[in-house]
């Protein structure tokens, strides 16, 4: 402009004279003047408005997950589910599910980022709700391995014998129970062992009771079956055969022969 000398020009300052159409900041210059605009907007092409920097758009927010633009800045609103703002609020961090005891998981508990995992101990099964755990009927589904009876128990089985048999090492096969080896027939004389039992017998002699485990005497002369030709005289297990007045057992200890008095 023109100075009061109306010969030399002096400097106009159109920040000063608010004719600079800067509509947010205005910084003079000799004959001119530029515009700049606060942190969050940039200069239009003509460079003189100052518009709104959409930093969501421009994804320079430093927002990890959700992003929010506003005139002139911009706030990471929010976090997906399983994930937390952190304090820098720009940051989303993990939520360790298992650790906070807020999974719901019944048993096992594996967090993964923005989320986690039920499972389950070994017997159990995972439920159609993914968290909670049910019992393995093992021996319904025959997975047990168990070779003759088998028990479900909570989380578990229990393998068990027939009668005759035991439990191997393995807890699992059945092998036979030589009762006789081990004195639990209850036989009173001959054991014989069998698969999966045994069976009594009875010396010479004896009779096997109506229990099948004890042995009774025969008696052979009630029963007539000592072969003896006169007398006979029962014994426990056996007999003997003796003869009557006048007569001398035979060699074959059973038959009588007349004994000759004169002779002797």
């Avoid at 506003?70 to 940051?91: A, M, Q, R």
């Avoid at 069976?199 to 009630?222: F, H, P, R, V, W």
Wanted: glycine content about 8%.
């Amino acid at each position: 402009q023109l100075a009061a000398d109306l010969k030399t020009c002096g400097d106009i300052d159109e920040c000063v004279y608010h004719i600079s159409k800067c509509n947010q900041m205005c910084n003079n210059t000799v004959g001119s003047y530029s515009c700049s605009c606060n942190s969050g907007y940039h200069l239009d092409s003509g460079n003189r408005i100052c518009i709104d920097i959409n930093e969501c758009e421009l994804n320079i927010s430093g927002c990890t997950q959700f992003c929010s633009n506003t005139i002139g800045s911009f706030f990471c609103s929010v976090c997906n589910i399983g994930f937390l703002l952190h304090e820098d609020n720009t940051t989303c961090t993990d939520i360790d599910e298992c650790a906070r005891n807020i999974s719901g998981c019944s048993q096992n508990c594996t967090n993964t980022n923005g989320s986690y995992n039920c499972a389950c101990y070994s017997g159990y099964q995972i439920a159609a709700d993914l968290m909670n755990c049910y019992d393995v009927d093992e021996c319904r589904l025959n997975t047990s391995g168990c070779s003759q009876n088998c028990t479900n128990t909570i989380g578990s089985y229990n393998c068990s014998c027939y009668s005759g048999y035991q439990l191997a090492a393995d807890l699992k096969s059945c092998g036979d129970l030589n009762e006789c080896t081990l004195n639990t027939s209850g036989c009173s004389q001959n054991c014989t062992n069998t698969i999966g039992s045994y069976n009594c017998s009875c010396y010479s002699g004896y009779q096997l009771a109506a229990d099948l485990k004890s042995c009774g005497d025969i008696n052979e002369c009630t029963l007539n079956i000592s072969g003896c030709s006169q007398n006979c005289t029962n014994t426990n297990g056996s007999y003997n055969c003796s003869c009557y007045y006048g007569y001398q057992l035979a060699a074959d200890k059973m038959s009588c022969t007349d004994l000759n008095e004169c002779t002797l």
